[in-house]
C-alpha cells in the first residue's frame, strides 16, 4: 500500500506519563512508529513523505488560538524557568463546571489545563513539529485519494483521535483523521465516513463534526464506563441538530472477542453502506490486540487481516490513518496485517 511517513514523528518523545500517581515510561513511544515503518519496508510497502501543507484545514477544524497555544508551548514552558529544559509540562487544574473557559488565562499551567482533557498526555520539545508533520501525512494521504488511487496509509504520531477543536488528551494534540476527512470534503467529496476502529472512543472526532451530516462518524470502542475516555462514547450518542442520525457509537464491555468485536463491525458496514459515502477515513488502532498493555479485548495478530479483508468488502477509498496501539513489538505486524488484508480484500 501507498505510504505517507511522517518526517518528524520522532521529535514527539517525552519521556515519562504518570500511571496511577506514578511516573512511567510512555506508552506512546517513538518506537511505535519506528516498528511500524520496520514492519512495512520488510513486506514491501514503500513510504514516502507527506507533499501536502495541512495548515489551511488545521485552521479550520482546530481554534487557531488553541493552535498558536500548540505551536509556543515548549518556549513558554522555558520561559517560566530555563531548567524546565529537562523537565515535561502537565496540567493541574481544569475549568470544570461552573469555572468559565471563555477566558485564557496568562499562567501558562493554567492554559495548558484550559486546552487538555486529561493529565496523561505530555509534551515535548518536538511536540509539535512531530504533531504537524503527523497532520501534513494526513492530509497528503486524503489527497492522494482524491487523486484517484483506491487507498493509503498515513503513518502519523502521535495519534489524533481524542483531539478537539480546542483541546489536546489521550496522547493527541491535532486530530489527523479528522483533517484528513475535511480535506476529502473541501476538496469536492459530499459525504465522506470516519470509521474509529481504535480501543478508545474517538472522543475528539465525534466533537468536531456531532452537528454535521456530511461525516458519519462511527465508532468501536471499550465501553467509556469503565475505559478511557470516560465521559464520552455511549451508545446513545447519535448527532444533534443536522447531525442527528450521523453519529454511531458501539461500545463493548472488557474482554470483548474477536467474533463479538466482528458483529459490531458487520453492523457499522451496513450503516456506511446506507450512507452512501465517497470515502472512507479509517481511524486506525491495533490496542484492540489481545496483548495490549492498557486495553482489555481478545483480538489476535491473524484476526487483523480479516479486518482489513471487511473493510475492503465496502469497495471505497480508503484512508488508513494511524491512532494507537501499544504492544510495541507486534504493532507492525498487526498494521500491517490489516493493510494487506485490505489490499487482499
Ligand atoms: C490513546 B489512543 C494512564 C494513561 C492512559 C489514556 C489512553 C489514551 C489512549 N495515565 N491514557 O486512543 O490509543
Ligand atoms: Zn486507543
Redesign the pocket.
Known sequence: MHCFLSDSYRDHNPKY????GEK?PC??SVERLDNIVKALQARGHKTVSPDHDATGVIHTLHDPVYVQFLETAWQQWLALDPANEALQPFPSVWPTRTLRDDVVPDNFIAKLGLYSM????PLAQGTWRAAKSGADAAVSAAQYLLNGNGSVFSASRP?G??AGRDFM????FLNNAALAAQTLLEQGMKKVVILDI?????NGTQSLFYDRDDVLFISLHGDPKTE??FYLGHGDEAGEGKGEGYNINYPMPAGTNFDQWLQCLEQALENIHSFQPEALVISL?L?TFAEDP??KFTIQSDDFFKVGHKLASLRLPTAFIM????ATEALGTNVVNVLEGFEQG
Open positions: 506519563e504518570y500511571f496511577r512511567v506508552f506512546e486529561d493529565n496523561g498526555t495519534p483521535h481524542h488528551g489521550g496522547y493527541c481504535d480501543y478508545h472512543h474517538g478511557f475516555p488502532g490496542d492498557i486495553s491512532e494507537g496501539g501499544y
